[in-house]
């Protein structure tokens, strides 16, 4: 809310003459944001110094990247632009990391926010501009208004701001939905219709994402169960809340925590098979004394598990029948939302055999692996899936094993000939892996054969006509391989019909997710797990190996457990990752209060790291390894 003028303008006459506001004058995460503010090294009346810009092209990138959260957030921006049309203002919508991506409103109020980079391509996290409803939404991820002069930076004093956070299914923030107005026109129900906005795009990703699983509806009424304005929960077939739209939270009281961590035991004091026993009508949900009424459509979804539910549940409830998952693309999906949208474009072309495939990633990030899966989610399942390695062949024997050959076609050639790896695709998936390292005679060859769709074997013969869907792979940047002579520009854009790219283990925000499938794979029979000591190590790990080398320590650490013991704990690591992980862990920041040089050097650690992650104060805390609380009592003092 916005705060009453005297003691706002109070407030920031203390603050710029003493540094400080006394307690109790403007609201505590305002003064929290002031403060993380000045520690981002900026001044009240000063602009916001080398803030940067996405070019056209960049803007681009970010927007192809977030297409989900963009495809879901256009048509709710639309609808938020009617209801604020005529009130001079914009209605914007940013990522994660605060980046600009999209407004839509109105015109002559854009040219005035375009002065103060309030556009698409500019950064407005809390490390570029201070406190502002986008960065400090983000920040806090919480809704909010940053209301005229409690902007930190004086020129963005004329504006009025309300935004809300929109977090993907399992809990992880996307993004922020924002209107930002002349604060002479402000109306406080601004908030209240940005929060609904986010509510809107939450509840539209969590439908395409968990369409097929276990939902359970809520609303405080029976009539508004199936509308946008319900709150929903998606649960596991073992028991688990494994999603949650923020309503769906706020109305059983918890927090996004408690994704993953959550029975439906602890969630409805019942368990799973009873919950879905009576069946898909409305129906009320007990709740405690002087609690307001709830009510709940519990849906049991498309799963393989058989639908129909006997009436009274089994006397032991089949919790150990493992999750099987749709298909080989779906079992992918563990959660991280940049790489399940990646997975949805790649369902869009899946039986588009036409469209040549390109994954891009590091080694080890699974490239290979989603290649199968794509074969073998698509209706070319029952045909061949050939995979050459091109890195791997010498170069003198490429072509042949690629094109085939006649016999006696060359010195050591097996006299009855070969089909060669393309005709041996016919019908499936060719798979070529490493397509950076084929030398360029090869090159022009493939792209001879990818025109024409026929295949001449070594040592002459008629072509034979060929048909497989092509995937390729490389971990270098194939542009930049074009770019230095050493990649043909007319085969690049052949092989591109849709590029792939695969995060880095680093980046993904499903290492617990992963870690229990690797677990799992590795002893499907025991029910292991980590210890938090070691996932905690293993988030601020930078995993240059990616999932191959997370799957080598799980196993290893797996091989060297006791029969009885059901825990990986630092012991069962070898040494080699844990000196690793101890050389690349300068996060922990010394306890507070502890000397002088040793806390500047702590300063300067939580500085670069809130600047890392765009002044997101829970994940600079999970990254520095201490609580949110400690980080802003050190950011304050
Ligand atoms: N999502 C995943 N779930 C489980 N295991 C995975 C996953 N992604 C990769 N792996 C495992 O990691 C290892 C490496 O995967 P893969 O060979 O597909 O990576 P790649 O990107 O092709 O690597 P390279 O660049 O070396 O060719 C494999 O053992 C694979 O099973």
Redesign the pocket.
């Given at each position: 809310m916005p705060t009453a003028p005297t003691p706002l303008r109070n407030a920031r006459r203390q603050w710029l003459e003493q540094g400080q506001v006394e307690t109790g004058l403007i609201p505590e995460p305002l003064r929290a944001s002031w403060a993380r503010s000045r520690a981002f090294g900026l001044t009240p009346e000063g602009r916001p110094a080398g803030a940067p810009h996405a070019s056209a092209a960049q803007l681009a990138r970010a927007l192809e990247h977030r297409h989900a959260l963009m495809s879901h957030a256009r048509p709710v921006m639309a609808f938020l632009n009617d209801q604020v049309q005529g009130s001079d203002s914009l209605v914007l919508l940013a990522d994660a990391q605060g980046l600009l991506l999209h407004s839509t409103g109105d015109a002559h109020f854009a040219d005035r926010a375009a002065r103060v980079a309030l556009r698409p391509g500019a950064q407005w996290s809390e490390q570029w501009r201070g406190t502002n409803a986008i960065g400090t939404a983000l920040a806090e991820g919480a809704p909010l208004v940053v209301h005229a002069g409690e902007h930190y930076l004086a020129r963005n004093g004329f504006l009025t701001c309300a935004a809300a956070p929109i977090a993907d299914p399992a809990g992880q923030l996307l993004g922020v939905l924002d209107i930002s107005g002349d604060r002479r026109g402000y109306h406080r129900h601004t908030l209240a219709l940005v929060r609904s906005g986010a509510r809107m795009v939450e509840h539209q990703l969590f439908t395409a994402r968990h369409a097929a699983g276990i939902v359970v509806r809520l609303h405080a009424q029976a009539e508004g169960l199936g509308t946008v304005t319900e709150g929903l929960l998606a649960l596991s077939e073992d028991g688990w809340l494994v999603g949650a739209t923020t309503a769906g939270l706020e109305l059983l009281g918890l927090a996004r925590r408690d994704i993953g961590a959550a029975t439906v035991e602890r969630l409805f004091g019942t368990e799973l098979a009873r919950l879905l026993a009576p069946g898909t009508a409305p129906r009320p949900l007990p709740r405690g004394a002087g609690q307001p009424p709830l009510w709940m459509r519990v849906e049991p979804g498309h799963t393989l598990r058989p639908r129909a539910r006997p009436a009274t549940p089994p006397p032991t409830p089949a919790t150990d029948t493992p999750w099987r998952p749709l298909d080989a693309l779906a079992?992918?999906d563990?959660g991280d939302t940049a790489?399940a949208a990646t997975l949805a474009r790649a369902r869009r072309v899946l039986d588009k055999p036409a469209i040549p495939l390109l994954?891009c990633?590091?080694?080890?990030?699974?490239?290979?692996?989603?290649?199968?899966a794509l074969h073998t989610s698509s209706a070319r399942r029952e045909q061949p899936f050939v995979a050459v390695?091109c890195a791997a062949l010498p170069e003198t024997l490429i072509e042949a094993e690629l094109f085939g050959y006649r016999p006696g076609a060359f010195t050591g050639a097996s006299r009855h000939g070969a089909a060669g790896r393309i005709r041996e695709a016919h019908g499936g998936t060719l798979f070529l892996?490493?397509i950076g390292d084929m030398p360029l005679a090869m090159q022009a060859r493939l792209l001879r054969v990818l025109e024409a769709r026929e295949v001449t074997p070594l040592g002459g013969g008629a072509p034979v006509a060929v048909d497989f869907r092509l995937v390729c792979?490389s971990?270098r940047q194939l542009r930049d391989e074009v770019a230095a002579g050493r990649f043909r520009e007319d085969l690049y854009y052949r092989l591109n019909g849709l590029t792939l790219t695969?995060p880095p283990l680093r980046e993904r925000s499903d290492l617990a997710e992963?870690v229990a499938?690797?677990l799992k794979?590795e002893a499907p029979d025991r029910a292991l797990r980590v210890d938090s000591e070691v996932m905690a190590q293993f988030s601020r790990y930078r995993w240059p190996g990616?999932?191959?080398?997370?799957?080598?320590v799980v196993r290893t650490g797996v091989a060297l457990l006791d029969d009885g013991e059901d825990t990986l704990t630092l012991a069962q690591l070898g040494d080699e990752l844990r000196e690793a992980i101890a050389s690349a862990r300068p996060s922990a920041p010394p306890p507070v209060g502890g000397p002088g040089d040793l806390r500047e050097q702590t300063d300067a650690r939580i500085r670069e790291t809130l600047a890392a992650v765009g002044g997101n104060v829970s994940e600079a805390a999970r990254r520095l390894g201490v609580s949110r609380n400690t980080l802003y009592r050190r950011i304050r003092d």
């Open positions: 079992a992918l563990t790489f994954l990633g590091e080694t080890g990030t699974g490239k290979d692996l989603l290649a199968r390695n892996d490493e792979a971990h695969l992963l499938r690797l794979a990616n999932v191959r080398q997370l799957a080598n």
